[in-house]
C-alpha cells in the first residue's frame, strides 16, 4: 500500500488505509471530518426541502435594490382634503422592468426652499404593478406649508410568491 493511502489513527497512531472508519488495531472510531460523512442520498433526500424553504423565504427571488433604476415616479395630482389639514397626493409610477411587483414601502418627503417639512413612511400591501407597465398611488401627507413639494421615494418592493 502507498504512503498516500494510508492516515495515522488518531487514537493509537497505527497506520490504517485511508478509507477504514474503525482502526484495525485499537477498534475506535477513525476521526474523519464531518462534511465526509454526509451521503449523497442524504443530500438527494434533504435538497427538495432546502428548495423549497429558499422558494418560500424569497432566495430566489429578484431583489428590489437591483431594479431600482426601471422605476420613474411622478407626482400628477394634488388636492386639499376637505375638513383635513393636509394634501391628497397622487403619484404615477412607472414600471420598466420585465417583473411584476407587489407590497410597496415608500417615504415621502415634502421640502419648501430645499427645507424638508415633512418626512412619511408607508406601506401599502395591496398595490401591485405589472411588468412593462404603470400605477398609480394615493397618499395622504399632513403638511400644509404653503408651497411645499413633495417627493415619492419606493423604499421597497416584492415579488410576489405565487
Ligand atoms: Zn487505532
Not at 67 to 88: A, E, S
Not at 136 to 141: A, E, F, G, H, R
Amino acid at each position: 500500500m502507498k504512503m498516500s493511502d494510508l492516515q495515522l489513527c488518531t487514537h493509537c497512531q497505527s497506520e490504517v488505509p485511508k478509507k477504514a472508519t474503525v482502526c484495525a488495531y485499537c477498534r475506535r472510531d477513525l476521526n474523519h471530518k464531518w462534511y465526509k460523512k454526509i451521503q449523497f442520498s442524504t443530500v438527494v433526500t434533504f435538497l427538495p426541502f432546502v428548495l423549497f424553504v429558499g422558494y418560500l423565504k424569497g432566495w430566489f427571488e429578484p431583489e428590489f435594490s437591483n431594479y431600482q433604476d426601471d422605476f420613474k415616479t411622478t407626482q400628477v395630482n394634488m388636492l386639499k382634503i376637505p375638513d383635513v389639514q393636509g394634501n391628497r397626493l397622487i403619484f404615477k409610477i412607472e414600471n420598466t422592468s420585465d417583473v411584476k411587483w407587489e407590497n410597496l414601502s415608500y417615504e415621502l418627503v415634502s421640502t419648501k426652499d430645499n427645507n424638508i417639512v415633512e418626512v412619511e413612511a408607508g406601506n401599502q400591501r395591496a398595490w401591485v404593478i405589472q411588468p412593462q407597465s404603470a400605477s398609480y398611488l394615493m397618499v395622504d401627507s399632513l403638511n400644509d406649508v404653503n408651497g411645499a413639494s413633495w417627493q415619492l421615494n419606493i423604499k421597497n418592493l416584492e415579488v410576489p410568491l405565487f
